[in-house]
């Protein structure tokens, strides 16, 4: 295989930009398929830590890098949706996800969200002895006891360190999702309606927002946790507010 991809043909989702050189590097074997981004292209172009590969490899070969709660060393590794970068020594931890357009982008995150990551349930079968296997969407399998508890389309909550399923949430009318592919991409929204099509085609979901909202296909949704609209500081903005109205009330009860 070679080292080597034509910016032109890259997939939409990398944060590259097209035309200012002809080449950046090729992803290598790993989660995420086609979509998942090589490592270099994150530390390079995007987070400027490394100005060249050289540099990408001294700095992974200090276990600097860290993705979903393991050390890192190969700078081809693919890095996509809902994944984990932690820079443990710089006390940077980074959510990875997609954007208007599609394009994926580093959210920044405190060091408690860095402990567990996202995934989608892509499939679920059985498997010898009996257990239930799920697959992520980035190619990861856990096994669960409980068969009726889980189904495809819905999203979990992993810890890093141990596999353990934290959170559980279910793709149904209500629940919030963000839009991971298609003219959407980015957005979020709760899910109105799941309208289910008969035969193969796939199913279509209609995503209400406070203005408006989107139709889109249901592969192209993951169910996230309220916390995620508050990764970019409106949370804590939010809880400090809260925080402030509280100590208001509790000093107008001393008066």
């Known amino acids: 295989m070679s080292d080597h991809q034509k910016r032109l043909s890259v997939p939409k989702s990398w944060p590259v930009e097209r035309k200012e050189e002809t080449f950046t590097v090729t992803a290598g074997a790993g989660p995420h398929g086609e979509d998942g981004v090589p490592l270099l292209i994150v530390l390079r172009d995007v987070l400027g830590y490394a100005d060249s590969r050289k540099e990408a490899r001294y700095a992974l070969n200090q276990d600097n890098v860290v993705i979903n709660g393991t050390p890192v060393n ?35 995150i405190d060091a408690d969200a860095a402990g567990s990551k996202l995934g989608r ?22 096994l669960v006891e409980d068969e009726d508890a889980y189904a495809a389309g819905d999203s979990l909550v992993v810890d890093n360190e141990t596999d353990e399923v934290v ?9 919030l999702v963000t839009a991971v592919a298609g003219a959407h991409a980015g957005e979020i929204g709760t899910i109105e309606e799941i309208q289910v099509t008969p035969g193969s085609s796939p199913n279509n979901v209609l995503v209400e927002q406070d203005a408006g909202g989107f139709e889109t296909v249901e592969e192209y949704i993951v169910v996230i946790d309220e916390n995620f609209t508050s990764d970019d500081g409106a949370g804590t903005e939010e809880a400090d507010a809260d925080a402030d109205t509280a100590e208001e009330t509790e000093q107008e009860g001393d008066e």
Do not use: C, N, W
């Not at 590794?77 to 394009?103: H, W």
């Open 121 to 142: 349930i892509d499939e679920k079968r059985h498997v010898p002895g009996g257990d239930v296997q799920l697959t992520l969407h980035d190619g990861q399998t856990l």
């Open 167 to 175: 959170a559980h949430f279910v793709s149904e009318e209500g629940a």
């Open 74 to 108: 190969d700078e081809e590794r693919p890095v996509g949706m809902f994944d984990i970068v932690a820079f443990d020594e710089r006390e940077e931890y980074y959510r990875v996800f997609p954007d208007e357009g599609g394009r994926l982008t580093l959210t920044p």
